[in-house]
């Protein structure tokens, strides 16, 4: 399991490296907001194809609130080519980075940027560079934010049965995450 930020863990490109997911780390979000939060992430990843590893919701030493950890495919090079393969997976790895403060805006009735900004500024922006050049940055993050809202609505039963189990189980693996939110693995 490698622990650090997904951007950094991308230069590694091993068979094995997980990208690592974060939950918020400036604003104090409640427990039950970085349950949704992580669900989010779980739910909407899942839906698009990414491989769970496992999902929590335990403080850590570097100011995470929780983490989704999903496993990159074994072909998955971060600096081969881009072919399409390759473009609909960093597409699918971004909106499920954006579906986490989504998840949590929807829950929280607002918008936390301060939030949602890690997820926003860093991860899913290293990630969407590989989609091409910095000019269509933003547009596509654009894009993909409208997906990843998109999709949070259509699962948002699933989210909130996962939630639930985060709150009261802390740490799930993947086998129980899924079925706990009504999804087959
Ligand atoms: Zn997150």
Redesign the pocket.
């Known amino acids: 399991m490698l622990r650090g930020t997904a951007y950094r863990s991308l230069s590694l490109g091993s068979h094995d490296f997980e990208a690592l ?4 780390r400036y604003r104090r979000s409640t427990p039950e907001e970085v349950a949704f ?2 669900a989010g ?1 779980v739910v909407v990843g899942h839906q698009l194809g990414l491989d769970l590893v496992d999902v929590d919701v335990l403080a850590d030493r570097e100011g995470g609130n929780g983490h ?1 950890n999903f496993r990159a495919p074994d072909w998955f090079r971060p600096d081969s080519p881009l072919d399409e393969r390759k473009r609909a997976f960093v597409e699918s790895v971004v909106t499920t ?1 954006l579906a ?2 989504a998840a949590e805006a929807r829950r929280a009735g607002f918008e936390n940027a301060e939030a949602s900004g ?2 926003v500024e860093a991860v899913a922006r290293e990630w969407a560079r590989y989609l091409g050049p910095s000019s269509e940055l933003e547009g596509r993050l654009a894009s993909l934010r409208m997906k990843a809202e998109q999709l949070v609505g259509e699962h948002w039963p699933a989210i909130e049965r996962l939630a639930r189990t985060l709150l009261a189980r802390r740490r799930v693996d993947a086998r129980e995450a899924l079925s706990s939110a009504g999804l087959s693995p």
């Open positions: 997911i974060r939950s918020p939060h992580e992430h989704t980075f986490g403060s890690f997820d």
